[in-house]
């Protein structure tokens, strides 16, 4: 089983209506999650990050967590063309002995909004 | 401005070199990392550095060496006994008692 698994898509959808990007992870004593945008050929940009189970809305963003479940969702309202992108999914592990934060990425979900 | 710099933007080299990738932030951040991105496959650490001179292998260090002589630096070399270099490297790094990192613009390095 992988740690952080996504479906690697494409996920089509038209403009306007809302897109559900899905993760879940093995980790159940994860702590932190976040979603980063990554545009073909570019770096990952951080767009949301979530802790604590429950919504967390920016803008057009939802952050959504289950801790129970092992699951977090990004929902995007009224995409836009510009949302076309892949979409990863990464969970700050359980912290070591060390106390290093290590945070698995997922493989990316890659999202096309139609016009 | 603040943020990550990584150079070069392309680089090109031939088996049996060493290259080495440059990563640079103003951020004041402690924490920096290097990752390598394959297509299909998710971002894999390559290696960490949590303060100035010390660092720790990550899940893929080898073949790889880093050093960290300055807050603000953080370079990678892809040495020859790399059999698989060509990728799209990402430095990223993050601050003291924060969770989230911030990514550099990357290289992508091609072997010949």
């Known amino acids: 089983q992988k740690e952080v698994e996504q479906n690697s898509g494409p996920l089509s959808v038209p403009e306007g209506a809302i897109a559900s990007l899905n993760c879940t992870y093995s980790d159940r004593g994860s702590q932190s999650f976040f979603w980063y945008r990554q545009y073909s050929g570019k770096s990952p940009e951080l767009i949301m990050s979530?802790?604590?189970?429950g919504d967390k809305e920016d803008g057009r963003f939802t952050a959504q967590l289950n801790k129970a479940s092992q699951y977090v969702s990004l929902l995007i309202r009224d995409s836009q063309p510009s949302d076309s992108a892949t979409y990863l999914c990464?969970?700050?592990?359980?912290?070591?002995?060390?106390?290093?934060?290590?945070?698995?990425f997922g493989t990316g979900t890659k999202l096309q909004v139609i016009p | 401005d603040g943020g990550i710099t990584q150079s070069p933007k392309y680089l090109f080299r031939k088996e049996g070199q060493n290259v080495t990738l440059s990563c640079e932030q103003n951020l004041n951040h402690d924490a920096m990392y290097w990752y390598r991105q394959d297509p299909g496959q998710g971002l894999r650490l390559i290696y960490y550095?949590?303060?100035?001179?010390?660092?720790q292998k990550g899940d893929i260090a080898e073949g790889y060496s880093v050093s960290r002589e300055k807050k603000e630096s953080f370079p990678l070399t892809v040495t020859s006994a790399q059999k698989n270099p060509t990728a799209f490297y990402l430095c990223a790094s993050r601050a003291s008692g924060g969770n989230e990192q911030f990514f550099g613009p990357g290289t992508r390095l091609t072997v010949l």
């Open positions: 979530i802790y604590s189970n």
């Open positions: 550095s949590q303060i100035v001179n010390d660092f």
């Open positions: 990464a969970v700050n592990m359980s912290q070591n002995s060390g106390g290093y934060q290590k945070v698995t």
